[in-house]
């Protein structure tokens, strides 16, 4: 006879099965795909203990973990994320948000707010799943939104996740950032989280982002200032008062001080590293 597994069953064997293979939080890990499968809240869980799953579902639970323990990140597994308490759909064709950037949207929602402008032009480089430029689309639905991206298949993502969240005030625009054909100067805003990590700390970061997330959205392959320099170009270049909203590493903030000549004010993240970069040209 075959074993019927509950959900109590399979919290207490992934639980133990994560942690013999050096899964970080090995009981939240099985408890999320748990909720997946069930279509349910963690809470939840604890209410359906004795619940049995199906040969379906277990056939799918499976999957999840065994692609779990070849390190690809739960949140492509699950193929979602949440992020300004929205639902945004994951997977490889975009970098995962992550919840410091949430600080980047709670920045330029301010800025947005001290402009006395009636009409305001924010542009997003880089947009990714979109998660950035659909928040604060959310935010200010009088407000059409630009949002640039290099990636053919990050655009086709961040376009779903509009459509998801009934989005429709934002403008996406496949763009290299370094094509100089691109107008910057009817933008009073510019918001970007971009690849700003060092090609050397790269590739020390952990295997499962080296294996799954996209490298072209982390490092720019030097020592992680190339789009500071282009930002700093077109922020002293700019005739417009501009505001630049940018998410950084935290370790190299001496040289992006540097860059934009010392007018800028730095915000720290909830671990008190830098994290975001504040410059206003005029």
């Known amino acids: 006879m075959k074993k019927i597994w509950t959900v109590v069953d399979l919290i207490q064997w992934g639980q133990n099965y994560?942690?013999?293979?050096?899964?970080?939080?090995?009981?939240?890990?099985?408890?999320?795909?748990?909720?997946?499968?069930?279509?349910?809240?963690?809470?939840?869980?604890?209410?359906?203990?004795?619940?049995?799953?199906?040969?379906?579902?277990?056939?799918?639970?499976?999957?999840?973990?065994?692609?779990?323990?070849?390190?690809e990140?739960?949140?492509?597994?699950?193929?979602?994320?949440f992020f300004d308490s929205m639902k945004i759909k994951t997977d490889k064709?975009?970098?995962?948000?992550?919840?410091?950037?949430?600080?980047?949207?709670?920045?330029?929602?301010?800025?947005?707010?001290?402009?006395?402008?009636?009409?305001?032009n924010v542009l997003e480089v880089g947009t990714g799943t979109g998660c950035i430029a659909i928040a604060l689309a959310k935010k200010f639905p009088q407000i059409n939104f630009t949002a640039t991206e290099i990636s053919p298949d990050s655009l086709s993502l961040a376009k779903e996740n509009a459509e998801i969240q009934n989005i429709s005030n934002i403008d996406f625009i496949l763009s290299d950032f370094f094509d100089d054909n691109f107008f910057y100067d009817k933008f009073d805003i510019?918001?970007?989280?971009?690849?700003?990590?060092?090609?050397?700390?790269?590739?020390?970061?952990d295997k499962e982002i080296l294996k799954y997330e996209p490298k072209i959205a982390l490092t720019?392959?030097?020592?992680?200032?190339?789009?500071?320099?282009k930002f700093a170009e077109i922020w002293n270049n700019a005739k417009q008062d501009l505001i630049l909203i940018l998410?950084?590493?935290?370790?190299?903030?001496?040289?992006?001080?540097?860059?934009?000549?010392?007018?800028?004010?730095?915000?720290?993240?909830?671990?008190?590293?830098?994290?975001?970069?504040?410059a206003r040209n005029k």
Do not use: W
């Open 18 to 71: 994560f942690y013999e293979k050096n899964i970080d939080a090995p009981r939240l890990t099985i408890e999320l795909m748990l909720c997946e499968l069930l279509g349910c809240q963690r809470i939840d869980l604890y209410l359906r203990f004795d619940y049995p799953l199906t040969e379906i579902q277990l056939a799918k639970l499976h999957n999840f973990v065994q692609r779990k323990v070849k390190d």
């Open 73 to 81: 990140p739960l949140q492509y597994i699950l193929n979602y994320t």
């Open 93 to 120: 064709r975009a970098l995962i948000p992550r919840p410091e950037t949430e600080l980047l949207v709670y920045e330029a929602k301010n800025k947005i707010e001290e402009l006395s402008k009636k009409e305001i």
């Open 190 to 205: 510019i918001i970007s989280n971009p690849p700003y990590i060092s090609l050397q700390n790269y590739l020390n970061l």
């Open 220 to 229: 720019d392959n030097g020592d992680g200032l190339k789009f500071y320099k």
């Open 247 to 278: 998410e950084i590493d935290g370790r190299n903030t001496p040289e992006l001080k540097q860059l934009f000549k010392g007018k800028i004010e730095i915000k720290q993240d909830f671990a008190g590293l830098d994290r975001i970069l504040i």
